[in-house]
Each structure stands twice: as C-alpha cells, then as structure tokens.
C-alpha cells in the first residue's frame, strides 16, 4: 500500500515572485574570480527589496485586473429569464 501524500503548502505569489528577483538580482550583483565571489551589494537588503517590489507588483495587477472584472456581481440569472429567448413558457 502507497502511503498517503501529504497535500503540497499553499504557494504564496508574492514569495515566489520576491525570490525570481532575487535570484536575478543576485546573479548581477556577484563577480566571480579564480579562487572567490563577491556580493557588491547587501543580500539581505535586496531580499528586503525584493519582497516590497514583489508585494507593489501584485497590488498593481489586482488594480488593473479589476478593472476589466464584471462590475454586477450580484446579479443573479434565473431559468425563467432565458425562456422568452427560446419561445418557452416560462414554470409557474
């Protein structure tokens, strides 16, 4: 018998987009010799960077996308408001 799996960890957006940055900026800020490497600027302060970027990123996305959403979500459609499209009755 299979063991069970345990479900993945919830993906959290802004973590994953902080650490692409990172890592980008990272590889930029590295310069490699013969027998060392060196980090010009402060890791943890681009981590820091990286993760407001991320979170500034996203808040913009959401703004821009929630412009194009439907604007009438409470609207409900009933079964009966489609039946005079189909030359049907509506149920009574």
Do not use: W
Request: aromatic fraction near 4%.
């Amino acid at each position: 018998m299979a063991a069970p799996t345990s479900p993945a960890p919830p993906v959290d957006p802004i973590r994953e987009l902080a650490t692409q940055m990172y890592v980008e900026l990272i590889c930029r800020n590295v310069t490699v010799t013969d027998n060392a490497a060196k980090i010009t600027t402060n890791p943890e302060n681009l981590a820091k960077i990286c993760f407001k970027l991320a979170d500034a990123f996203q808040r913009a996305e959401h703004e821009i996308r929630a412009a194009s959403m439907p604007k009438n979500q409470e609207y409900e459609l009933k079964g009966s408001d489609l039946s005079g499209l189909m030359g049907l009755k509506p149920d009574k």
